[in-house]
């Protein structure tokens, strides 16, 4: 197996490149684009992803990309698990203030 002559990204590349990501991200935001590999974000803050595609390699914008949608459908389930547990313990407890009041009666 051969090593080929990788250049690696210096810590300042690195943070070039969050940058970059993050302002995209942040415009993806305001536009209410979460997939930016999606036709409708092709449009969408040109500048910035030219920006942030130049300043990542390849590997880390389709990483960047994935983990974003990701992130963001982990959190949908995350509170709709939210929304259901509270729904939950506000069922527990107003069956259990039935159950007393009954037991009261």
Request: proline share 3%; with cysteine.
């Amino acid at each position: 197996m051969t090593q080929e002559n990788v250049q690696h990204p210096s810590r300042a590349d690195r943070q070039v490149c969050w940058k970059a990501r993050d302002a995209y991200y942040a415009c993806l935001n305001k536009a209410d684009v979460v997939d930016p590999s999606k036709p409708e974000a092709a449009n969408i803050c040109k500048d910035l992803r030219e920006q942030y595609e130049k300043g990542c390699m390849k590997s880390w914008v389709e990483y960047f990309n994935k983990r974003r949608v990701l992130e963001v459908e982990q959190k949908e389930i995350l509170e709709r698990m939210r929304a259901q547990h509270k729904a939950a313990e506000e069922r527990a407890a107003a069956e259990a203030a039935a159950k007393s009041a009954k037991q009261q009666s």
